[in-house]
């Protein structure tokens, strides 16, 4: 935070990243299909988010919307977790400004849907359905409509699963943990997830991290050649608001629960 003027008026300084989100990079922007990450990508992206809520969970902050949209891999292959607009104190129970799930309904976690108290294993939840949609290249919950969805994602039985085998087995294991309905039987933290899927990775060969930085780097680049040279930037984006199109993308709703 830093002072602007005598009366006291903050300004936050935040650095200009660049990159596209983990949304942006999944489809193929000719034809619009699912294009999943390579295996090696998806669960180094995978890590690092890991790495990146294990921090914000030291503090006592739940992101409570992890998802795609929400994930920027910049020009040169880091991953950052972005928009803490809807965080929270762990602890809390999900209802906030009144009633209704904040977030977006196909990453929400079970204990998010029944409006009970959330901790850091309720982003391990969202992160687990970002990782398979990576490997996917579609959200395991997703259904055809928002109270499928809901139903879906309570059951925590995902309606669609990475075929991993060979080297990649362990990780299968992981993710299903990550995914268990009910807090305590999924992973203790954000460390102990990012170190499961370092050691899939190093027991696959891709121990370094630079390597997997520079294939992420890669993938931005190829996407960025296909996509508009300028986009536009609303002015209420800029404000900080919520100018979220529910009709035109799934990934970008907030449900209204009674």
Same mark, same amino acid.
């Given at each position: 935070? $830093?002072? !602007?003027?005598?009366?006291?008026?903050?300004?936050?300084?935040?650095?200009?990243?660049?990159? $596209?989100?983990?949304?942006?990079?999944?489809?193929?922007?000719?034809?619009?299909?699912?294009?999943? $990450?390579?295996?090696?990508?998806? #669960?180094?992206?995978?890590?690092? #988010?890991?790495?990146?809520?294990?921090?914000?969970?030291?503090?006592?902050? %739940?992101?409570?919307?992890?998802?795609?949209?929400?994930?920027?891999?910049?020009?040169?292959?880091? !991953?950052?977790? %972005?928009?803490? =607009? %809807?965080?929270?104190?762990?602890?809390?129970?999900?209802?906030?400004?009144?009633?209704?799930?904040? =977030?977006?309904?196909?990453?929400?976690?079970?204990?998010?849907?029944?409006?009970?108290?959330?901790? =850091?294993?309720?982003?391990?939840?969202? #992160? =687990?359905?970002? %990782?398979?949609?990576?490997?996917?290249?579609?959200?395991?919950?997703?259904?055809?409509?928002?109270?499928?969805?809901?139903?879906?994602?309570?059951?925590?039985?995902?309606?669609?699963?990475?075929?991993?085998?060979?080297?990649?087995?362990?990780?299968?294991?992981?993710?299903?943990?990550?995914?268990?309905?009910?807090?305590?039987?999924?992973?203790?933290?954000?460390?102990?997830?990012?170190? $499961?899927?370092?050691?899939?990775?190093?027991?696959?060969?891709?121990?370094?991290?630079?390597?997997?930085?520079?294939?992420?780097?890669?993938?931005?680049?190829?996407?960025?050649?296909?996509?508009?040279?300028?986009?536009?930037?609303? *002015?209420?984006?800029?404000?900080?608001?919520?100018?979220?199109?529910?009709?035109?993308? *799934?990934?970008?709703?907030?449900?209204?629960?009674?």
């Amino acid at each position: 935070f $830093l002072p !602007v003027s005598s009366t006291g008026h903050m300004i936050v300084a935040m650095p200009w990243l660049g990159g $596209l989100s983990l949304r942006q990079l999944l489809p193929a922007p000719e034809s619009g299909e699912p294009e999943p $990450l390579p295996v090696q990508l998806a #669960l180094h992206l995978g890590a690092l #988010l890991a790495e990146g809520l294990h921090a914000a969970h030291a503090t006592g902050v %739940i992101h409570r919307d992890v998802s795609p949209s929400n994930v920027l891999v910049t020009d040169t292959g880091d !991953v950052h977790l %972005i928009d803490f =607009g %809807i965080a929270r104190v762990a602890g809390l129970a999900q209802t906030t400004h009144g009633q209704g799930l904040r =977030g977006k309904w196909a990453y929400a976690a079970p204990e998010q849907i029944a409006g009970q108290p959330l901790d =850091g294993r309720t982003d391990l939840f969202s #992160l =687990g359905s970002v %990782i398979v949609e990576s490997l996917l290249g579609r959200a395991p919950f997703a259904q055809a409509d928002r109270e499928a969805t809901l139903a879906r994602i309570q059951t925590a039985v995902p309606a669609r699963w990475p075929d991993l085998s060979g080297v990649w087995l362990r990780a299968n294991a992981i993710l299903h943990a990550m995914l268990r309905r009910d807090p305590p039987d999924r992973p203790a933290d954000g460390a102990a997830v990012a170190h $499961l899927l370092r050691g899939v990775l190093e027991q696959a060969g891709f121990a370094q991290t630079d390597q997997l930085c520079a294939g992420l780097a890669e993938r931005v680049a190829a996407r960025r050649r296909q996509l508009p040279e300028e986009t536009s930037i609303l *002015a209420a984006e800029l404000r900080g608001e919520d100018v979220t199109r529910p009709d035109q993308d *799934a990934d970008a709703t907030e449900v209204r629960m009674a």
